[in-house]
């Protein structure tokens, strides 16, 4: 006897890691076709639901599932959508419900960060109340790691490696140069409103170099900074400062805010690294060089850290098990039982505890001067970015990573007006 078909999105910005929880899904679920029959994927996240474009993932080896675990970024691409508010305007999530019902879907993982928990709380709710229960589980995912009630999030500790390693090599760089060319380096990571990967680039004073860190958690003051900066220049001939996108003005003003708005109504960040290496020119006249990770940050999979890919997979799977188990409008979490050795246990988190919640750095985290890490924090990230976990290389040089087929199963019902 064959189960209900399952449906699984990617959600967000993507990461190195997130297809690791997608190939944690999609294994499980093979394991128990009694209980699952089929994972549909949805073309360009939850999109694909709406739009009635479903990737038919059984048509893919399980060989080419397996290789998923180390291919970065959205196997089956991802979307920044957020469903209107139901009590507003409900025709989105009942949209999600006719085609789940057309297609047998009594399963939903939903793989994101915070508003994807949004949308998959009410579609565990609004379900029932539509007469067609879906068990709707949460697969955690954000490199910022600002989802409460677990201990870190898949794909934030690829992304602290990669701004740890970097830090460090591009501060090795300006030292190198700082005697008659540049003194300052600026690097410019992501993190909107929580300062955990700006906090990474923290690692890099284990090897005595002068980090100034801005964090979104600490109002940024000009005089000081200029002046722990230059200070820095007089001591050690060089400085590099790791500034996270979110950090802003005491009146709430971004230093990065370039006036746009995204679908969600957030501030399109990025600049923060060029208006500050400027600002120290011009007060201070040390010459510098800047960088903005972006994107490479949350794509550098050759960098990945051992324990995120882990974490992801396990996830991935924990959430299936959850769905068979029976339960419904949860999260599948890690649970840190020791920092050294590193070791976790994978809990769960009712949604309602979870949606429309941000975590953030706790000021124990940040050093009384504002500018750097404590012990605590070193504590807190040095486990997540243990151990490597490089993808295959092929004759060219090149990471042999994975494209799926994505072919789509066919429509039944008729076409949606995405709003």
């Given at each position: 006897?064959?189960?209900?078909?399952?449906?699984y999105?990617?959600?967000?910005?993507?990461?190195?890691?997130?297809?690791?929880?997608?190939?944690?899904?999609?294994?499980?679920?093979?394991?128990?076709?009694?209980?699952?029959?089929?994972?549909?994927?949805?073309?360009?996240?939850?999109?694909?639901?709406?739009?009635?474009?479903?990737?038919?993932?059984?048509i893919?080896?399980?060989?080419?599932?397996?290789?998923?675990?180390?291919?970065?970024?959205g196997?089956?691409?991802?979307?920044?959508?957020?469903?209107?508010?139901?009590?507003?305007?409900?025709?989105?999530?009942?949209?999600?419900?006719?085609?789940?019902?057309?297609?047998?879907?009594?399963?939903?993982?939903?793989?994101?960060?915070?508003?994807?928990?949004?949308?998959?709380?009410?579609?565990?709710?609004?379900?029932?109340?539509?007469?067609?229960?879906?068990?709707?589980?949460?697969?955690?995912?954000?490199?910022?790691?600002?989802?409460?009630?677990?201990?870190?999030?898949?794909?934030?500790g690829?992304?602290?490696?990669?701004?740890?390693?970097?830090?460090?090599?591009?501060?090795?760089?300006?030292?190198?140069?700082?005697?008659?060319?540049?003194?300052?380096?600026?690097?410019?990571?992501?993190?909107?409103?929580?300062?955990?990967?700006?906090?990474?680039?923290?690692?890099?004073?284990?090897y005595?170099?002068?980090?100034?860190?801005?964090?979104?958690?600490?109002?940024?003051?000009?005089?000081?900074?200029?002046?722990?900066?230059?200070?820095?220049?007089?001591?050690?001939?060089?400085?590099?400062?790791?500034?996270?996108?979110?950090?802003?003005?005491?009146?709430?003003?971004?230093?990065?805010?370039?006036?746009?708005?995204?679908?969600?109504?957030?501030?399109h960040?990025?600049?923060?690294?060029?208006?500050?290496a400027?600002?120290?020119?011009?007060?201070?006249?040390?010459p510098?060089?800047?960088?903005?990770?972006?994107?490479?940050?949350?794509?550098a999979?050759?960098?990945?850290?051992?324990?995120?890919?882990?974490?992801?997979?396990?996830?991935?799977c924990?959430?299936?098990?959850?769905?068979?188990?029976?339960?419904?409008?949860?999260?599948?979490?890690?649970?840190?039982?020791?920092?050294?050795?590193?070791?976790?246990?994978?809990?769960?988190?009712?949604?309602?505890?979870v949606?429309?919640?941000?975590?953030?750095m706790?000021?124990?985290?940040?050093?009384?001067?504002?500018?750097?890490?404590?012990e605590a924090?070193?504590?807190?990230?040095?486990?997540?970015?243990?151990?490597?976990?490089?993808?295959?290389?092929?004759?060219?040089?090149?990471?042999?990573?994975?494209?799926l087929?994505?072919?789509?199963?066919?429509?039944?019902?008729?076409?949606f007006?995405?709003?």
């Open positions: 006897m064959k189960g209900r078909n399952a449906f999105a990617q959600s967000g910005g993507v990461t190195a890691v997130i297809n690791a929880s997608a190939c944690g899904v999609i294994e499980t679920a093979r394991k128990h076709p009694d209980k699952i029959s089929k994972v549909y994927a949805g073309l360009n996240g939850i999109v694909g639901a709406l739009t009635e474009e479903l990737v038919d993932t059984s893919e080896t399980d060989a080419d599932i397996a290789k998923l675990r180390y291919t970065p970024a196997a089956f691409g991802s979307c920044r959508l957020k469903l209107a508010d139901p009590q507003v305007d409900s025709r989105g999530f009942e949209r999600l419900i006719d085609v789940f019902r057309a297609h047998d879907i009594g399963y939903f993982f939903y793989n994101g960060g915070g508003d994807s928990a949004d949308t998959c709380f009410k579609v565990s709710q609004l379900s029932t109340l539509m007469g067609y229960p879906v068990q709707a589980i949460h697969v955690p995912k954000t490199i910022d790691n600002d989802l409460p009630l677990t201990d870190n999030c898949p794909g934030f690829s992304v602290a490696k990669y701004v740890a390693v970097s830090t460090l090599e591009a501060s090795f760089d300006v030292r190198a140069m700082s005697k008659t060319s540049t003194r300052i380096f600026v690097f410019e990571v992501m993190g909107r409103h929580a300062g955990w990967i700006a906090a990474a680039g923290g690692l890099a004073m284990d005595g170099i002068p980090v100034v860190i801005l964090f979104p958690e600490i109002e940024f003051n000009e005089e000081k900074f200029l002046a722990r900066v230059d200070e820095n220049v007089r001591r050690f001939g060089y400085c590099t400062v790791v500034v996270s996108e979110g950090c802003k003005y005491p009146n709430g003003e971004f230093i990065a805010d370039q006036g746009a708005r995204d679908v969600f109504g957030h501030a960040l990025g600049g923060a690294a060029p208006i500050l400027n600002m120290i020119r011009n007060k201070l006249g040390h510098f060089h800047w960088a903005v990770a972006n994107y490479l940050q949350r794509a999979r050759h960098l990945a850290s051992a324990v995120d890919v882990q974490h992801a997979y396990e996830l991935g924990a959430a299936v098990n959850l769905a068979l188990e029976g339960c419904n409008s949860v999260m599948p979490t890690i649970e840190r039982v020791s920092d050294a050795p590193y070791q976790y246990r994978i809990g769960m988190a009712d949604l309602k505890n949606a429309n919640v941000e975590k953030h706790p000021m124990s985290f940040i050093s009384d001067d504002g500018f750097g890490i404590t924090c070193r504590h807190y990230l040095l486990p997540l970015i243990q151990g490597e976990d490089y993808p295959p290389y092929g004759s060219n040089g090149l990471p042999q990573y994975i494209t087929k994505n072919e789509l199963v066919p429509r039944k019902l008729p076409p007006q995405i709003a």
